[in-house]
């Protein structure tokens, strides 16, 4: 499972240029089985990215289609974490580990 932290840069003026085209690929994310929460991080400094199913190879790849990152809107960084114990609703992500 992996984190993927959306932090913005010195160009978050140029987000509302880009927010559609976000949108679309957050959406590609959850249609594709890979994102399971997407949301802002408090205080306006970007957003955050819960991802499963997915290896770190092909996350970059897809953090790099983002046109926030593309757009240098955000600095993606990608942290792994590696379940070993979760509440009963959230087991399938034991599953993956």
């Given at each position: 499972?992996?984190?993927?932290?959306?932090?913005?840069?010195?160009n978050k003026g140029?987000?509302?240029?880009?927010v559609a085209e976000?949108?679309?690929?957050?959406?590609?994310?959850?249609?594709?089985?890979?994102?399971?929460?997407?949301?802002?991080?408090?205080?306006?400094?970007?957003?955050?990215?819960?991802?499963?199913?997915?290896?770190?190879?092909?996350?970059?790849?897809?953090?790099?289609?983002?046109?926030?990152?593309?757009?240098?809107?955000?600095?993606?960084?990608?942290?792994?974490?590696?379940?070993?114990?979760?509440?009963?609703?959230?087991?399938?992500?034991?599953?993956?580990?």
């Amino acid at each position: 499972m992996f984190c993927v932290f959306l932090r913005f840069s010195s160009n978050k003026g140029r987000a509302a240029q880009h927010v559609a085209e976000h949108k679309r690929w957050i959406d590609q994310g959850f249609n594709e089985g890979v994102f399971l929460v997407t949301g802002s991080l408090a205080g306006n400094l970007g957003g955050m990215v819960l991802a499963h199913n997915t290896t770190r190879e092909a996350l970059q790849a897809r953090v790099a289609l983002d046109p926030f990152v593309a757009e240098n809107v955000v600095d993606a960084e990608i942290v792994e974490m590696l379940p070993n114990r979760s509440d009963e609703r959230l087991r399938f992500l034991l599953d993956h580990a």
